[in-house]
């Protein structure tokens, strides 16, 4: 039994605790599911109680090694049960746990590491050898346990055996009390937009992540959920983790990569009963064709849900038509910790809407300029738009228990982002009569082409659309006349050829939905486009590598091989 003093709120208790000191400590919270298991597998089971003693062991762990409340643990793994227990079991600790994503190379590692001042670092004993080894000298890390190791004696030198350290005896130590502004996550945002900046959540995050989940998502204890992302990224613990537990739901965790196929049969076989995913993977839903979900029933799947980039309002339709599903947009950023904009469960959808300010948020668009800068009245105040069709800066009311409290080392780029006691999205959106927000484009990555503000996604969803292309990225190059030129890099489906007919009529079917003055003033065909590890476009790098300009940060650059082929390109 857990001793909490009123103004204590530990994630690890939210999660987990709570359930067991109500009785609930034998439903499932997790069913892992591994590499080799087929998608109706049982899987790994972990019920809450086990949950509480494993996390419990890490916690005392962390103690006997002499790691004090608010350092470090950095996980770098795949999404194996041990990887959970290390992320709740330090929060249990009071430590702060961040999450890295297993593909990355030794250098981003090195990099977040250093700038996170990592105490711990879980990781396995393959990513160890590839990856921590060598930069091992340049991060301040004191301790690496092996999570896949538990004789000590098969442990490399300088690191530690899980099962040598981690004794679960079933035991569960109450949590300390904890002071909701105790830092618990870092996280580091996608690297988009420039160098990955690490964002601090504190413990008081939780109020919001279970707010969301119950009133978004509408899951409730017992449900069975699963959530695409992969903890090194936001959405992956603050949906893939913390959300859905504090709800007491049963969590699905998927070990593998992206397959069409394994997934449609992990949502079918494992009754899954709401989904949080991409547009990214929904993309790749879509080109993988339908019929890899002919003969599936998705009918048990309820709701769906997606984050990361725009969901277009095609992708929704094909959902509906295909798969029997509603894809459901949220919108929200590794700084603000929680979903802020969406399209709860059982409200209407208007495709390709973000949808409406969640429970307690107050959202707003703020009047800018063109180059993102805001615009304020002669008394120096900011100025919110309230025309529906004029753009305006996502701006969300300051203080909600999930925003985050900082930027490591970047005190004046936090403070940068608060305005008048707004924080400041750097999104552009529009909103609608009715409330609803409609996503434009970063600030920093909208085009003014002859006096129109064109978000590239709008332009990139009418190319996708195409039924040889698989992806688009637009972006402006400067243009003495029309100020920005909008230009196009797209990737065709395998096996098709980029003959100038086809992309002729990719010019022709962007003019005909666009019109002349939204539509790219050129197309080139590349062989894959510059995305990050999150899955996102990343339109500065194409930009860069078009105008011959540096290309910036690429630590979050996915894949190792160049991206980029000019094949043939049309211009209009
Ligand atoms: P960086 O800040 O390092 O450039 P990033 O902004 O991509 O990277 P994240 O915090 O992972 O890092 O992503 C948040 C951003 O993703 C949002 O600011 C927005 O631009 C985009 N995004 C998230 N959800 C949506 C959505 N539903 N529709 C449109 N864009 C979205
Ligand atoms: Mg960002």
Redesign the pocket.
């Known amino acids: 039994m857990s001793h909490l003093e009123v103004n204590s709120v530990n994630i690890a208790h939210e999660t987990i605790d709570r359930h067991v000191d109500a009785g609930h400590g034998s439903d499932l919270a997790i069913r892992f599911l591994s590499k080799n298991d087929t998608p109706d597998s049982p899987g790994e089971q972990y019920t809450y109680e086990r949950l509480a003693s494993e996390t419990s062991a890490f916690a005392r762990a962390l103690t006997t090694l002499g790691v004090a409340p608010g350092e470090r643990v950095f996980l770098l793994a795949g999404r194996v049960p041990r990887l959970y227990v290390a992320a709740l079991g330090t929060v249990r600790a009071r430590c702060v746990v961040c999450p890295l994503f297993s593909a990355f190379g030794p250098e981003p590692i090195a990099q977040r590491m250093a700038l996170g001042d990592a105490a711990v670092l879980v990781t396995t004993s393959s990513l160890y050898r590839r990856k921590v080894a060598a930069i091992r000298d340049r991060v301040p890390v004191r301790h690496v346990i092996l999570l896949d190791v538990d004789d000590p004696a098969a442990a490399p030198e300088g690191t530690l055996a899980w099962g040598d350290l981690i004794v679960d005896d079933g035991s569960i130590d109450p949590i300390p009390t904890t002071d909701p502004e105790t830092p618990a996550i870092l996280h580091f ?9 690490g964002a601090l959540h504190a413990h008081a995050a939780i109020a919001m992540h279970r707010a969301t989940t119950q009133d978004v998502f509408a899951l409730r204890r017992g449900d069975v959920y699963w959530c695409t992302a992969d903890p090194g ?2 959405t992956g613990t603050s949906y893939g983790i913390v959300g859905p537990l504090s709800v007491g739901a049963t969590l699905v965790v998927d070990e593998a990569e992206f397959d069409a196929d394994r997934w449609y049969r992990i949502l079918a076989g494992q009754h899954v009963d709401v989904w949080y995913t991409a547009p990214t993977a929904i993309r790749m839903l879509m080109h993988a064709g339908a019929a890899v979900a002919a003969g599936i029933d998705l009918s048990r799947v309820q709701r769906a849900f ?6 277009s309002a095609e992708a929704v339709r094909w959902g509906v038509e295909h798969l029997g599903v509603t894809f459901r ?7 603000t910790g929680a979903i802020m ?1 969406a399209n709860p469960a059982g409200e209407h959808v208007e495709p390709g809407s ?1 949808g409406r300010p969640v429970c307690g948020i107050e959202a707003t668009l703020l009047l800018a300029d063109s180059e993102g800068e805001l615009i304020r009245d002669p008394s120096g105040q900011v100025i919110e738009v309230t025309d529906p069709e004029q753009i305006g800066m996502i701006a969300l009311r300051a203080g909600w228990p999930s925003m985050f409290r900082e930027y490591l080392h970047n005190d004046a780029r936090y403070r940068r982002c608060f305005a008048d006691g707004w924080y400041l ?3 552009l959106a529009r909103r609608d009569a009715n409330g609803r927000f409609w ?1 434009v484009g ?1 600030a920093d990555d909208v085009i003014k082409t002859a006096g129109h503000l064109i978000g590239p ?1 709008e332009v990139e969803s009418v190319l996708n659309e195409h039924p040889d292309v698989t992806g688009s990225g637009v972006y402006g190059v400067p243009d003495p006349v029309a100020g920005e030129l909008i230009h196009a890099r797209i990737v065709l489906r395998r096996g098709v050829e980029p003959t100038e007919a086809l992309l002729t009529d990719v010019m022709a079917h962007a003019r005909r939905r666009l019109g002349a003055a939204v539509s790219p003033r050129e197309i080139a065909v590349v062989d894959r486009l510059p995305i ?1 590890r ?1 899955g ?1 476009v990343m339109r500065r790098v194409l930009r860069a590598r078009e105008l011959g300009l540096p290309e910036g940060d690429l630590s979050t650059l996915e894949g190792p091989e160049p991206f980029t082929h000019t094949t043939k390109e049309v211009t209009a």
């Open positions: 945002t996608s690297g988009t937009t420039g160098a990955p900046k990224w936001v997606s984050v990361g980039e725009p969901l947009d949220t919108w929200w950023q590794t700084e904009i973000m999205a750097g999104d996503f970063r996604f990050t999150s996102k």
